[in-house]
Nanobody
């Protein structure tokens, strides 16, 4: 499974960005899909995830109500709509895929990773 993240950039606080993750090599329909982020000097942290069967998404408390994950299995793509961005959202954002991560919020339980896309939010 190969993941390609895109859509990062520089935005002012309060603005919006939409990240996309294109999946090659396998259909996404059987995979959990997720987003993590890593700020300089910090550990990679969970942002959001969505099940393959379309159940309720998981969100970190810090992004709930501002970020929305969605998936398009027909296009093998996952999106992350980020609204009301804050400077503390600045990080490299990674998409991830796994058939069944043991602990959704823990990065090392996910098998497949994209290369990351930089999101910078200025104050």
């Amino acid at each position: 499974v190969q993941l390609q993240a895109s859509g990062g950039g520089l935005v002012q606080a309060g603005g919006s960005l939409r990240l996309s993750c294109a999946v090659a090599g396998r259909t996404t329909s059987n995979y959990f899909m997720g987003w993590f982020r890593q700020a300089p000097g910090k550990e990679r942290e969970f942002v959001t995830a969505i099940t393959w069967y379309g159940g309720m998404p998981y969100y970190a408390d810090s992004v709930r109500g501002r970020f929305t994950i969605s998936r398009d299995n027909a296009k093998n793509t996952v999106h992350l709509q980020m609204n009301s961005l804050r400077p503390e959202d600045t990080a490299v954002y990674y998409c991830a895929a796994d058939l069944d991560p043991r602990i959704v919020r823990v990065s090392h339980t996910w098998e497949h990773w994209g290369q990351g896309t930089q999101v910078t939010v200025s104050s």
